[in-house]
């Protein structure tokens, strides 16, 4: 194996062992030859570490957490010790076609001003089948296009809705990130949890230009053991909503009143989706409360009102 550090990093932070053998045969089958897979192995159990070791791969750099470090302290740990100037998180139970690597790299290779390359996605079920598109999966574009950073923000914020795809789906300069303290999910002082791939993009696009690839590129699995599923966390993501289009403001999106006010309708529209839940418990009443004053701190006049 070269000493030289590989272009591209894919960064595996593992977890969930049920779907892990598919997410690392997707990043070996990759057509880019020049990339190293990052393996960070958070799970209790020997299953993730005996695949990993199977695959006899000398592209796969297989690390056990020892103690075990959690979400965000383990995808910071995978992009820490990668060495790629080109990073892709893979999620565990996500993945990529074949030519996902390919493509995306030679979009940041031919441009500098871009920060970010990401693509449309699929979702699939449990057994790997396709899912129907929904908000987040339609299409950005129906050819593959360079936009503005701040535009493609714009849009993911006035919508209220992660276009730009989950950790799996976008490709990035190491370069390009700056890193707040010890998680690359903190931003303006907040850890982001739900909406923490979000934070990330964000960050990158406010740098400069973003590619979206019109073809799917990779696959993120939906299934019943997936946190997002809780109620608690499905909360948090609404207060995090707040907090991103707060940061976000402050980082040059949602520059216009009018993107705002769009922004601000969208926000208030998921917390009244929380009404009836609310009616039921006193504590998330209160909590949410609290969300639509954050939300109307947020306007700045008539128009975001």
């Given at each position: 194996?070269?000493?030289?550090?590989?272009?591209?990093?894919i960064?595996?932070?593992?977890?969930?062992?049920?779907?892990?053998?598919?997410?690392?045969?997707?990043?070996?089958?990759?057509?880019?030859?020049?990339?190293?897979?990052?393996?960070?192995?958070?799970?209790?159990?020997?299953?993730?570490?005996?695949?990993?070791?199977?695959?006899?791969?000398?592209?796969?750099?297989?690390?056990?957490?020892?103690?075990?470090?959690?979400?965000?302290?383990?995808?910071?740990?995978?992009?820490?010790?990668?060495?790629?100037?080109?990073v892709?998180?893979l999620?565990?139970?996500?993945?990529?076609?074949?030519?996902?690597?390919?493509?995306?790299?030679?979009?940041?290779?031919?441009?500098?001003?871009?920060?970010?390359?990401?693509?449309r996605?699929?979702?699939?079920?449990?057994?790997?089948?396709?899912?129907?598109?929904?908000?987040?999966?339609?299409?950005?574009?129906?050819?593959?296009?360079?936009?503005?950073?701040?535009?493609?923000?714009?849009?993911?914020l006035?919508?209220?809705?992660?276009?730009?795809?989950?950790p799996?789906?976008?490709?990035?300069?190491?370069?390009?990130?700056?890193?707040?303290?010890?998680?690359?999910?903190?931003?303006?002082?907040?850890?982001?949890?739900?909406?923490?791939?979000?934070?990330?993009?964000?960050?990158?696009?406010?740098?400069?230009?973003?590619?979206?690839?019109?073809?799917?590129?990779?696959?993120?699995?939906?299934?019943?053991?997936?946190?997002?599923?809780?109620?608690?966390?499905?909360?948090?993501?609404?207060?995090e909503?707040?907090?991103?289009?707060?940061?976000?403001?402050?980082?040059?999106f949602?520059?216009?009143?009018?993107?705002?006010?769009?922004?601000?309708?969208?926000?208030?529209?998921?917390?009244?989706?929380?009404?009836?839940?609310?009616?039921?418990?006193?504590?998330?009443?209160?909590?949410?409360?609290?969300?639509?004053?954050?939300v109307?701190?947020?306007?700045?006049?008539?128009?975001?009102?």
């Amino acid at each position: 194996m070269s000493t030289l550090p590989p272009a591209v990093s894919i960064v595996i932070p593992a977890y969930n062992e049920r779907f892990f053998g598919e997410a690392l045969a997707s990043a070996r089958a990759q057509t880019y030859a020049d990339l190293e897979i990052v393996v960070c192995d958070d799970s209790p159990g020997t299953a993730i570490e005996a695949i990993a070791r199977a695959a006899e791969d000398p592209r796969v750099r297989y690390e056990r957490n020892q103690p075990r470090r959690g979400f965000a302290a383990n995808f910071t740990h995978g992009f820490d010790i990668s060495r790629g100037r080109l990073v892709k998180f893979l999620n565990d139970d996500d993945r990529l076609a074949p030519r996902c690597v390919e493509i995306l790299a030679a979009v940041l290779d031919a441009n500098p001003a871009v920060t970010l390359a990401t693509s449309r996605r699929r979702a699939i079920d449990a057994s790997g089948a396709p899912l129907a598109d929904d908000a987040s999966t339609l299409p950005v574009s129906r050819v593959s296009a360079l936009m503005r950073g701040l535009d493609l923000g714009d849009f993911a914020l006035g919508n209220s809705i992660n276009v730009i795809g989950e950790p799996t789906t976008a490709l990035f300069r190491r370069a390009d990130l700056v890193v707040e303290g010890d998680s690359i999910f903190r931003w303006g002082g907040r850890d982001y949890h739900c909406l923490a791939d979000m934070s990330l993009w964000l960050r990158l696009m406010a740098r400069g230009l973003a590619f979206y690839a019109a073809s799917p590129l990779s696959d993120f699995r939906r299934h019943g053991d997936q946190e997002q599923e809780k109620e608690s966390v499905r909360f948090a993501c609404l207060v995090e909503r707040a907090w991103m289009v707060r940061r976000a403001r402050e980082a040059g999106f949602l520059a216009s009143p009018g993107h705002l006010a769009v922004a601000l309708r969208a926000l208030r529209s998921r917390g009244e989706a929380w009404r009836e839940a609310a009616a039921r418990d006193p504590t998330l009443d209160s909590a949410l409360a609290a969300f639509f004053a954050d939300v109307a701190s947020l306007g700045t006049g008539p128009d975001a009102l």
